[in-house]
């Protein structure tokens, strides 16, 4: 019995009772149906199937309880009846098949909402990378993206501007801001109006073992190419840093 004989729409209507009067004798395998195109609710997930007449009497072939049902949309799905004895019995195996018009469509979406939180990712990140202060004049923005490497007493330092700075592979700090270096004091000011750019603060690292949280303090200084020339650890877990780029001659 399929759609050359009829057409049955479910909708929130509680309990149904269809009777179908088939003249010839029909072999019943299975009961299938296709998943509403929009809510959940409307699919049919309790049923009993009756097969018989009024005069001989009815019999039960399958009898479904709570069954649990593809999410797919416009899936087809289908409940197998065994018989036993000239009498049917519920099984508890279902299979689903999937329209190709409702494939390609599902195939469609996901593409598409996964090219758009692609696209929303990259907005974010184009976002937070325009926040950053990168100069006056916007001129260290070449070196987003690159890291330097200076190996010291069997550590390789890493550091990546505007971003963190590694201790083969622990992390010893998050760029935090740019501050000036007070040589007199060892301290970081934080007046932007006194702003150099000479000197990086990269705090909130990896926790360290027995004390506190790393963090490093970079220099800049001027020369002829960039290069990461110094790392020292004066105090625990507290590191300084030189790094070496033209673009602090200016």
């Known amino acids: 019995i399929n ?33 509403a195109n929009d809510a959940e609710e409307r699919d049919p997930v309790s049923w009993t199937l009756f097969a018989g007449d009024n005069e001989r009497g009815w019999a039960v072939l399958q009898s479904v309880e709570g069954l649990e049902t593809t999410t797919e949309r ?35 979406r996901d593409t598409a909402k996964s090219e758009s939180e692609s696209i929303t990712s990259r907005i974010e990140e184009l976002e937070r990378a325009l926040a950053v202060d990168y100069g006056r ?41 740019w501050s000036r270096a007070d040589a007199a004091y060892g301290s970081w000011a934080v007046s932007s109006a006194e702003q150099d750019y000479s000197a990086q603060k990269y705090d909130n690292g990896d926790h360290c073992w027995g004390g506190p949280i790393r963090n490093t303090e970079v220099t800049l200084v001027c020369g002829p190419e960039d290069e990461l020339l110094l790392v020292d650890e004066p105090n625990m877990c507290s590191y300084t840093a030189k790094f070496q780029t033209p673009l602090a001659c200016n």
């Open 137 to 177: 004049e916007n001129e260290f923005f070449v070196l987003k993206g690159k890291c330097f490497d200076l190996t010291k007493h069997d550590y390789t330092y890493t550091l990546c501007p505007f971003d963190k700075m590694t201790q083969s592979g622990t992390n010893i700090g998050r760029f935090e801001k």
């Open 74 to 108: 416009l899936a087809e799905v289908k409940t197998e009846i065994r018989v036993a004895h000239g009498v049917g019995s519920e099984s508890k195996e279902m299979e689903t098949h999937v329209r190709p018009e409702a494939a390609a469509a599902r195939q469609e």
């Open 3 to 35: 759609a050359e004989y009829m057409g049955v729409v479910t909708g929130y209507m509680g309990d149904t009772e269809l009777l179908l009067d088939i003249a010839t004798p029909v072999a019943v395998t299975h009961v299938a149906f296709v998943t």
